[in-house]
C-alpha cells in the first residue's frame, strides 16, 4: 500500500476563496482523522470518521469547515470561505480504528491564505 | 483541545548521550502513543504503550507509562544526529478511537 495519500501537497489561496483538501486512506482503514497543525496550536484534531461516519467534529473551528467521506477510499476537507488565520498544515491520518491502533499519517496539505 | 503535553519543549543533547521526554495527560486512557515527525514530513508511529503495561522497548527507544500520576516517558538511548525530530505522545481513550496529541518536543541531536 502506497499509505496515506494527500493532495495537494501545497496550496496558495487569496482570502475569501474556497479550498477543498483530499484524503486517499490506507485501504482496510476503517478510521480516518484530519488534523490541522501550527505553531501556535500544536496538531489539532478538527474531525474523525469511522465507517465513513463522521463520528467527532468537535474540533472543527467554524461553519466555514466541513468535511466528507462518501466513501472508504475517499474524504475532503473544504474550507469556504479560506481566511489568513487558517493558514496551516493539514494532516490526514487513517487507523484500523480497532482497539486503539495506531494512525498512519500522510506527508500534509502546506495552506496558505494571502 | 490537548490531553497530553510533553516536557520539555525543546531539547539539545551530543550526539551519543541519552535524550528523555516526558508527557502528562489528563483523563483516563486505553493507550498511549509516541510519534516522531521530521522536519516537513507527515508523523511517524514509534511505539504504543496499553494502560496495562508499565514498560515496553522497541530497539533504542523505551516508554514508561504511570497511570496513577498520568505520565510517560520517552528515552532514545545512544542518539545520533538522525534522530533530530519533533516527538509527539498521543492518547486514546476506550470510548472512541480517537487519538489527541500533544504539542511535541523538538530535539536537536549536536554533532
Known amino acids: 500500500d502506497a499509505g496515506v495519500i494527500q493532495s495537494p501537497r501545497h496550496e496558495v489561496t487569496e482570502m475569501g476563496q474556497e479550498v477543498t483538501l483530499r484524503c486517499k486512506p490506507i485501504?482496510?482503514?476503517?478510521?480516518l482523522f484530519w488534523y490541522r497543525q501550527t505553531m501556535m496550536r500544536g496538531l489539532e484534531l478538527l474531525i474523525y470518521?469511522?465507517?465513513?461516519?463522521?463520528?467527532?467534529d468537535s474540533g472543527m473551528p467554524e461553519d466555514r469547515f466541513s468535511a466528507k467521506m462518501p466513501n472508504a477510499s475517499f474524504s475532503t476537507l473544504k474550507i469556504q470561505p479560506s481566511e489568513p488565520r487558517d493558514s496551516a498544515v493539514y494532516f490526514c491520518?487513517?487507523?484500523?480504528?480497532?482497539?486503539?491502533?495506531?494512525?498512519?499519517f500522510g506527508q500534509g496539505t502546506r495552506l496558505t491564505v494571502v | 483541545s490537548q490531553q497530553g503535553e510533553e516536557d520539555p519543549q525543546a531539547l539539545s543533547i551530543q550526539e551519543g548521550e541519552n535524550a528523555t521526554m516526558n508527557c502528562s495527560y489528563k483523563?483516563?486512557?486505553?493507550?498511549l502513543q509516541w510519534y516522531r515527525q521530521n522536519s516537513g514530513r507527515g508523523l511517524v508511529h514509534l511505539i504504543l504503550?496499553?494502560?496495562?503495561?508499565r514498560e515496553k522497548h522497541s530497539g533504542r527507544l523505551r516508554v514508561t507509562l504511570d497511570t496513577s500520576k498520568k505520565s510517560s516517558s520517552l528515552l532514545i538511548t545512544a542518539s545520533r544526529a538522525a534522530d533530530t525530530a519533533s516527538y509527539f505522545c498521543?492518547?486514546?481513550?476506550?470510548?472512541?478511537?480517537?487519538?489527541?496529541f500533544g504539542k511535541g518536543t523538538r530535539l536537536h541531536i549536536l554533532p
Open positions: 491520518a487513517s487507523s484500523l480504528g480497532y482497539m486503539n491502533t495506531e494512525a498512519f
Open positions: 485501504s482496510g482503514h476503517n478510521s
Open positions: 470518521f469511522n465507517n465513513n461516519v463522521p463520528i467527532d
Open positions: 483523563t483516563s486512557i486505553n493507550n
Open positions: 504503550i496499553r494502560s496495562n503495561e
Open positions: 498521543a492518547t486514546a481513550t476506550n470510548r472512541d478511537d480517537k487519538i489527541i
